[in-house]
Structures are given as structure tokens and as C-alpha cells.
Nanobody, 125 residues
Framework: QVQLGESGGGLVQAGGSLRLSCAAS????????MGWFRQPPGKEREFVAT????????SYTDSVKGRFTISRDNAKNTVYLQMNSLKPEDTAVYYC??????????????????WGQGTQVTVSS
């Protein structure tokens, strides 16, 4: 089992920045690919970003490319999502997720076995 806990959400004006953190406990953190997903109000959960086990490879959904950066610190068992130039359409509950599986589609929420409780990000216009 892996336990995940997000922090860092809040209310920010458009154009501002936030950094989300996700602390993991339990199994060996570096054995897990990590992802960030979000669920806007009234919509389904969607992929935001993912990072490989070592942190050498990342991928983003098109709407956040150039604005968001995913990173991880395996010594601290933590994954981050730096969000810059925030827009009102970024408003959502943000979730971190972990998977130990290989040969998956990293953007597929179904590929992730462990989820945090979520943190609210609200961007005002």
C-alpha cells in the first residue's frame, strides 16, 4: 500500500502561482510512476501531468504545457506540481496518484492504483 497526501491548494488570482505537494508513505517511492489529475466542477477527472520513476521523463496535457511543471524528490518521497500563469479554467480539485505498473498509458487514470484525497485549487478572474 501507498498512502498519498496532497497539500498546497488554495485561492489565487488569475496569473498567479501555486505549488502543490504530494507526500507518499508506505512502499518504496521510487518504484512508482506519479501523476497529477484534476476534476473541475461538474466535470470528469482529467489528466494533468505524469513523471517517470526516476524523474527523467515527464508528460503534460496540452492545456498546461509551458505553465505547469511536475517534479519529484525521491529522497523526500514527494512529488510536486508547480503551477504558473494560472487561469480560471484551472479551477479544480487536484489529485496525485501512483502506479507501480509497467506497460500502461500514463495519461489513463485507470492505470493508477493509489490516490490522494485531493486539494482544491480556485483561480479567480
Amino acid at each position: 500500500q501507498v498512502q498519498l497526501g496532497e497539500s498546497g491548494g488554495g485561492l489565487v488570482q488569475a496569473g498567479g502561482s501555486l505549488r502543490l505537494s504530494c507526500a507518499a508513505s508506505g512502499r518504496t517511492f521510487e518504484n512508482y510512476r506519479m501523476g497529477w489529475f484534476r476534476q473541475p466542477p461538474g466535470k470528469e477527472r482529467e489528466f494533468v501531468a505524469t513523471i517517470s520513476w526516476s524523474g527523467s521523463a515527464t508528460s503534460y496535457t496540452d492545456s498546461v504545457k509551458g505553465r505547469f511543471t511536475i517534479s519529484r524528490d525521491n529522497a523526500k518521497n514527494t512529488v510536486y506540481l508547480q503551477m504558473n500563469s494560472l487561469k480560471p479554467e484551472d479551477t479544480a480539485v487536484y489529485y496525485c496518484a501512483a502506479t507501480g505498473r509497467y506497460y500502461i498509458v500514463p495519461r489513463d487514470a485507470g492505470a493508477y492504483d493509489y490516490w490522494g484525497q485531493g486539494t482544491q485549487v480556485t483561480v479567480s478572474s
